[in-house]
């Protein structure tokens, strides 16, 4: 799946990275300009919802939430997380998701030749590492560090780290599901000099992480957010902004609110307010773009894009219209942060 960036958003790209934005993606221009063509593609970009879509829509979820499950039965989902996630792991193995090589398209700071170019600026000595260098950990010695949280079975690592094919990268990757992180050990593609996976709830403060603060570049959050209780959600951000080096960045990509994944959950499947689990027990949210700013702003970060990507997909077969709604948001660092007034929690080194 390949998604496109929305140029009408409310918050567009920071005027510093506009040029390198500009560059058209592949997909992200098929416009609909002629509804008698609906049915001609089967897919159409920057869809403009009207007032009677929306307010079925916001109706939708207002019925769904007002017969939301009892406390005990949230509970059991919020416990039981991580065997959820190692069941679908086992039923799908490697074969349920694709690589996602679209990220290169919307996310240039993926590749490692972004920060050599930051690193030409004259705020080079803000940028190097401010981590406890007396620490032993994987990856001390790389130049770039990345990590992917809810990676799952590799999707994104294997592709992060070919694209670069730089010895300098060490790609950290993370799960909380064994199963998953089993996989991607067991890829043949899987190198702890270039790669160090392990299990951790990032949610959890005691769950540890393998490598100390103000160590690393970017962090990777595609469609796991989404799968955090949103009580949580602003512990998790802040966490993790204590782990980025000062211009390093969030790249973030997840359900919008609205999306046709939620407007066709039933009754019975609603957690809380915009908040439901699957049949398969894995559980999901559906953000809007203005608490994704709240949280990420709150943890410290400045906004470098923040979109909204509404999409119209067609059957043509069947003559179906299905509206898909993403958010997509790049939050970085500020340069000359020394810390983020957020409690600190220890590295424990994973050795």
């Not at 898909?324 to 020394?338: F, M, S, T």
Request: with cysteine; hydrophobic share 30%; aromatic share 12%.
């Amino acid at each position: 799946m390949c998604e496109s960036v929305n140029p009408t958003s409310t918050h567009s790209v920071s005027s510093s990275n506009k040029s390198k934005e500009d560059v058209k993606p592949i997909f992200g221009n098929r416009l609909l300009t002629n509804e008698s063509d609906v049915f001609q593609h089967n897919s159409w970009d920057h869809v403009v919802w009207d007032d009677e879509q929306k307010s079925e829509a916001k109706m939708k979820t207002i019925e769904q939430a007002a017969n939301a499950l009892s406390l005990e039965e949230q509970e059991k989902f919020e416990n039981k997380a991580d065997e959820y996630w190692d069941v679908f792991y086992n039923n799908h193995k490697n074969k349920f998701f694709k690589d996602r090589h679209w990220l290169f398209t919307e996310f240039f700071e993926l590749n490692c030749k972004h920060f050599d170019q930051e690193h030409q600026s004259p705020d080079t000595s803000l940028t190097k590492d401010q981590c406890d260098v007396s620490v032993e950990f994987p990856g001390k010695k790389a130049k770039y560090r990345f990590l992917e949280v809810g990676c799952g079975v590799g999707n994104t690592v294997f592709p992060v780290i070919e694209t670069n094919n730089n010895p300098d990268l060490m790609m950290y990757c993370c799960d909380f599901s064994s199963v998953g992180i089993s996989h991607v050990k067991s890829h043949p593609d899987y190198d702890e000099t270039k790669c160090h996976a392990f299990v951790c709830d990032v949610s959890d403060p005691n769950s540890p992480l393998p490598f100390p603060e103000f160590s690393l570049d970017v962090v990777i959050l595609i469609y796991v957010l989404s799968a955090i209780h949103p009580d949580k959600m602003q512990t998790v951000i802040n966490r993790l902004c204590r782990h980025l080096k000062p211009g390093g960045m969030i790249l973030f990509r997840d359900y919008g609110r609205y999306d046709l994944a939620q407007l066709r959950f039933k009754d019975g499947r609603c957690l809380s307010e915009n908040f439901y689990v699957r049949g398969d027990g894995t559980r999901v949210y559906f953000f809007e773009q203005e608490e994704l700013k709240h949280m990420f702003e709150s943890a410290g970060l400045e906004e470098v894009q923040n979109i909204v990507d509404r999409r119209l997909q067609v059957n043509r077969g069947k003559r179906i219209k299905m509206y898909r709604v993403w958010n997509q948001c790049k939050y970085k660092k500020p340069i000359h942060a020394d810390t983020c007034d957020m409690k600190p929690d220890a590295c424990v080194p994973l050795m």
